[in-house]
């Protein structure tokens, strides 16, 4: 099977200063983590890399179960999540992890060195995702176990796209953007060639639900547009224009409230791959 062009957006988002605001959306993915840990079937004495950790997770999750009995390296590509995720191992005192601001693409480890290797919601987002997943391979030793998430396809991410389709509405089709790259990987088939194509012959892939739940709607607006994928196209529109998309998403959202708060639905992918 041939993986299928790229078909969305250059990776615009700015993630050094999407450090300052990425936490707000700990809590939603946290069951990702837990997921990933399962999956990855970790043991005391593996020594364990986190690919695209972002502000630390689920590496800070894995140190605060394990301690010491394993040895866990983090590294993302944005010095600022680095930090961050530094600044959080230092106020616990957790032991036995490391952060280091490193690409997945080019990985500083030998060939053979971890047992298991993680990454949450971050191989789709690599500038060459092929090069990184032929990276996380190399370094691990064989037999060893990679436990990756990826985002669905964009239609199955419910609390992004209402309101993207509400905002691709109001610009001609030729002035449309396509879609974030978040997705890339989502449609059938495409992260099953890219395993493939990067050399992994033992895997399995499925589906994840994750429902979110926001309080009212001014918190689901603002945890989904004050920064992140939404925040580019939103602001192509003047203030005026902004407030009609968000009143007109008020009225599409409201088939979402259950009890009282708004409650969506978004899919990940889980892989489990074997060296």
Same mark, same amino acid.
Request: glycine share 6%.
């Given at each position: ?33 837990? @997921? ?38 983090? #590294? ?9 995720? =530094?600044?959080?191992? %230092? ?28 990454? %949450? +919601?971050? #191989? ?12 996380? %391979? ?10 990756? @998430?990826v985002w669905s396809e964009f239609h199955r991410i419910e609390s992004?796209?209402?309101?993207? *389709? ?9 002035? %449309? ?39 009212? $709607? ?7 547009? =004050? ?9 192509? $529109?003047? @203030? ?7 009143? =007109? ?6 088939? +979402?409230?259950? *009890? ?16």
């Open positions: 099977m041939s993986i299928p062009p790229n078909s969305s957006q250059s990776n615009t988002i700015d993630w050094n200063e999407m450090s300052k605001s990425f936490d707000r959306w700990l809590p939603y993915i946290q069951p990702v983590a837990e @997921a990933l840990i399962s999956l990855a079937d970790l043991s005391e004495g593996d020594e364990i890399l986190d690919v695209a950790a972002g502000t630390g997770e689920p590496s800070l999750t894995i140190a605060r179960r394990f301690g010491s009995a394993v040895r866990i390296t983090a #590294v993302d590509g944005a010095e600022a999540m680095v930090a961050v995720a =530094e600044e959080k191992r %230092r106020r616990e005192g957790l032991s036995g992890i490391t952060f280091q601001p490193m690409k997945a693409e080019a990985l500083a480890f030998p060939s053979n060195r971890f047992d298991r290797v993680i990454s %949450r +919601f971050g #191989v789709m987002l690599f500038d060459d995702p092929l090069q990184g997943l032929k990276e996380m %391979r190399r370094v691990m030793k064989p037999g060893g176990k990679m436990a990756i @998430a992004l796209h209402l309101i993207w *389709e509400s905002i691709m509405k109001r610009l001609p089709p030729e002035g %449309r953007p396509p879609l974030p790259k978040m997705a890339d990987l989502g449609p059938p088939g495409k992260l099953e060639a890219l395993l493939k194509t990067a050399g992994f012959e033992q895997f399995e892939i499925r589906p994840f639900l994750l429902s979110y739940t926001f309080d009212d $709607f001014e918190t689901y607006w603002a945890i989904n547009t =004050e920064s992140g994928t939404l925040r580019e196209p939103l602001d192509r $529109f003047s @203030a005026e224009e902004q407030e009609a998309i968000k009143k =007109e998403t008020s009225k599409q959202v409201v088939p +979402f409230f259950k *009890e009282g708060k708004i409650i969506m639905q978004n899919q990940a992918l889980l892989a489990a791959a074997i060296a």
